[in-house]
């Protein structure tokens, strides 16, 4: 299993995919490095494509102590993984939770970005004060019933959540696969 071990020793699940220019995809917190597989499958005839699993997203390491875990730390796996893969520099893309990840890794390490694309950043990457506390409930509510019902209840109602109505009305084979991809990441593969 190919893994990459960041500087404070977390052990990150990787895979890659073609040739050339690098792009490290990093994935939203209801994704997983599986999330990105079609943009892999694309960019690949051109590009070096890397997705990997965040810490505390199985196959990668899951750290009890919750300082363990923040943006800048998640930015900072993002620089571990091309260094333990010998990137000098790469494009970034991140959606949601890896959007924020990706704009941190640009403050933190600019001269390892190429470019950076960062879709729906949204509450995560606010820099309003008034939003934080009702973001970081939501964020605790969330943990907490993953906690108590397991990920694959939770991935269930994620997948049909108000967020993926539009995807699931605009485009229902793409929101199948993505309900598909998820099933696999959170371990419930049939239905």
């Known amino acids: 299993m190919p893994l990459i071990t960041t500087d404070d020793d977390v052990r990150l699940y990787y895979e890659e995919a073609g040739a050339g220019e690098a792009i490290l995809f990093l994935h939203e917190f209801g994704g997983h490095y599986l999330s990105w597989e079609p943009q892999l499958r694309y960019f690949s005839r051109r590009y070096r494509c890397i997705s990997y699993a965040a810490r505390g997203w199985p196959p990668s390491d899951v750290p009890e102590a919750a300082d363990a875990y923040s943006q800048q730390r998640a930015a900072d796996d993002a620089a571990s993984v091309l260094r333990g893969l010998n990137i000098a520099k790469a494009h970034l893309v991140g959606l949601s939770m890896g959007a924020t990840a990706a704009i941190e890794f640009a403050i933190r390490h600019p001269h390892l970005a190429l470019s950076l694309s960062a879709a729906a950043a949204g509450r995560s ?67």
């Open 125 to 191: 990457a606010s820099s309003d004060a008034a939003a934080t506390p009702p973001f970081q409930e939501e964020c605790a509510a969330v943990a907490e019933r993953i906690e108590r019902q397991g990920l694959p209840a939770v991935a269930e109602v994620y997948c049909a959540g108000p967020a993926r109505v539009q995807f699931r009305d605009k485009d229902p084979r793409g929101w199948a696969a993505f309900v598909a991809v998820h099933r696999i990441a959170s371990g419930k593969r049939s239905q």
